[in-house]
């Protein structure tokens, strides 16, 4: 069964940054479709940025253009990088396929608050 672990949430102020790691179980190399997915506090789970079959990266519009997803398939980890960061960024974000195919991790936690 494949793991995925993220890590690298916690508390940031406002403006802030962090980044994202998801360390799988299993080599990436030929799973074209990863993404990262978040979920609010009483609101369904939302994809916010993924790679496209082809490569290319795409966002959600609520991040675009501050958050950057990269991946580095010699370690089976996908990144989020996120910047500027604001209080709506608060959730629980997890790293699956897009469409999410994989066994859920636990995700991390990101709080974004003054």
């Known amino acids: 069964q494949v793991q995925l672990v993220e890590s690298g949430g916690g508390l940031v102020q406002p403006g802030g940054s962090l980044r994202l790691s998801c360390a799988a179980s299993?080599?990436?190399?030929?799973?074209?479709?990863m993404a990262w997915y978040r979920q609010a506090p009483g609101k369904q789970r939302e994809l916010v940025a993924h790679?496209?079959?082809?490569?290319?990266?795409n966002y959600a519009d609520s991040v675009k253009a501050r958050f950057t997803i990269s991946r580095d398939n010699a370690k089976n980890t996908v990144y989020l990088q996120m910047n500027s960061l604001k209080p709506d960024d608060t959730a629980v974000y997890y790293c699956?396929?897009?469409?999410?195919?994989?066994?859920w991790g636990q995700g991390t936690q990101v709080t974004v608050s003054s």
């Open positions: 699956n396929t897009n469409p999410a195919g994989l066994v």
């Open positions: 299993i080599s990436l190399f030929n799973i074209k479709a």
């Open positions: 790679f496209t079959s082809g490569g290319n990266a």
